[in-house]
């Protein structure tokens, strides 16, 4: 699972009550913010959507790979590529994307990404009952499905601060991510185990059914959102421009993209060889998989609900190079497990790498997402995310052919353990930074400073 990018800026006050009232903040001027998000009815439909397409998702995400390996016989040189395709569109379209959500209305932006994802992920299963399914098939697929979730992605990290009031924006999170890991728990277990009486293609039509679950209920939400009028708009290379230089002009803000980015990089080296260890070098099967990643969304669920009572005990930013050591060390188990005789040791190690990696990542995405929401100005939200996401994401499909192309060279456990060197590397930037032993992470900003 990557890394979600962060973000901070210089400390200010926080955001005044007066916003609670703003159309921006995703209601009616006027009409006071509920006291609580379990009775804000516009965050319940949006976090039901949320959740039920987390389950479509995670239901076929355990198809492809077992879909590529176990059916057309894939290569890990294409396993690679098909894990490329998926993520290249984080380097294609990222940075224009921030631009065109910032002109565009959000939700909406959020429901046409799903049905592009519903409409592609049902190829599968025809092209597969036409007897025609080939790996490239599956390479345009995940392409087409890649630039969908950009576009969805970056519309959603931007909508939550325009749905609830500035000061439930971390509730908020909590909220979306700890469903978000009950989903992982219960797909990829449900995925193993329809696996076990139906074939990976079928699999594909639960992904399709969550995303057009979540447009539907997307399209009962209601928000505050107004579209900014075109004639105040700047030109889309100067809008790209002002993003990236609000990014920029944060050094603890570079820092962190760099440990994002780096972890990033890691984990997708190492996690694109992963079937291939557990479905072919260590012959667990689906069924194994299936557990690996239940047992690691636990660890992120766990995670996604400490990561508020962590950073009030050792302070918000020392959670950031915590988390993210944390998981380097626990992703050091993959390479560990591929080494035992013992079939079932590799099945616990791999089980608990997964549940620790995702853990701390989950710890370390929580109060960088929140930091990231609170301290933007809404106008720049999609191009902030989409910034980030431009170059944190971007470093995905260069490390999915690096793994597939070291896995074939070197082997997969060498290919894994330098997956782990840069995993530990990553963290220097912010192990060496203010964070550690920061008690509170800025609530705005007002001042940039390269």
């Not at 209305?105 to 399914?133: E, F, H, N, Q």
């Not at 962590?310 to 988390?323: D, M, S």
């Not at 992703?331 to 608990?352: G, H, K, Y």
């Amino acid at each position: 699972m990557p890394i979600t990018p962060a973000r901070l800026g210089a400390v200010t006050a926080p955001p005044s009550a007066e916003h609670a009232g703003d159309p921006a903040a995703g209601r009616p001027a006027g009409k006071a913010p509920p006291a609580s998000l379990w009775r804000d009815r516009n965050f319940a439909g949006f976090w039901t959507a949320q959740a039920l397409s987390q389950l479509g998702a995670q239901l076929g995400q355990l198809a492809f790979p077992v879909l590529a390996v176990t059916l057309l016989g894939a290569t890990e040189f294409e396993v690679g590529l098909l894990n490329a395709a998926g993520l290249a569109a984080f380097l294609v379209v990222g940075l224009p994307a921030g631009a065109w959500v910032d002109r565009w209305l959000k939700r909406r932006t959020m429901i046409a990404a799903d049905l592009v994802r519903m409409a592609a992920m049902a190829a599968v299963p025809l092209l597969w009952w036409a007897g025609s399914l080939q790996v490239w098939h599956l390479y345009v697929i995940s392409a087409v499905v890649g630039v969908a979730t950009v576009f969805f992605d970056v519309s959603y990290q931007s909508f939550v601060p325009l749905l609830v009031a500035p000061g439930k924006v971390g509730e908020a999170n909590s909220k979306l991510e700890a469903t978000a890991q009950l989903a992982r728990i219960g797909g990829p277990a449900a995925g193993g185990a329809l696996l076990t009486v139906l074939t990976a293609p079928l699999l594909f039509i639960g992904e399709s059914l969550g995303y057009l679950l979540s447009a539907a209920l997307l399209g009962r939400t209601r928000d505050g959102e107004q579209r900014v009028p075109a004639e105040g708009r700047n030109s889309l290379g100067a809008d790209i421009r002002e993003g990236l230089g609000f990014v920029a002009g944060h050094p603890l803000i570079r820092r962190i993209v760099l440990c994002t980015g780096g972890g990033n990089f890691a984990g997708t080296l190492v996690f694109t060889l992963l079937p291939l260890l557990v479905l072919r070098e260590l012959d667990l099967g689906p069924q194994g998989m299936g557990v690996i990643m239940s047992v690691g969304a636990a660890g992120g669920l766990l995670g996604a609900v400490a990561a508020p009572w962590i950073a009030r005990r050792i302070g918000e930013g020392t959670v950031i190079p915590a988390g993210a050591l944390l998981s380097s060390l626990f992703l050091a188990l993959v390479p560990v497990a591929a080494l035992q005789a013992d079939r079932i040791v590799s099945l616990v190690l791999l089980t608990v790498s997964e549940f620790g990696y995702a853990f701390g990542v989950l710890v370390y995405n929580i109060m960088q997402l929140t930091m990231r929401q609170r301290v933007c100005p809404p106008r720049l939200l999609g191009r902030m995310n989409a910034s980030i996401r431009f170059v944190v994401w971007g470093v995905m499909p260069l490390a999915a052919l690096a793994g597939g192309y070291l896995g074939g060279q070197l082997g997969l456990v060498p290919a894994m353990w330098l997956g782990v060197a840069v995993s530990l590397l990553a963290v220097v930037p912010v192990a060496f930074s203010p964070l550690p032993g920061m008690r509170k992470l800025p609530d705005s900003v007002v001042t940039r400073s390269s």
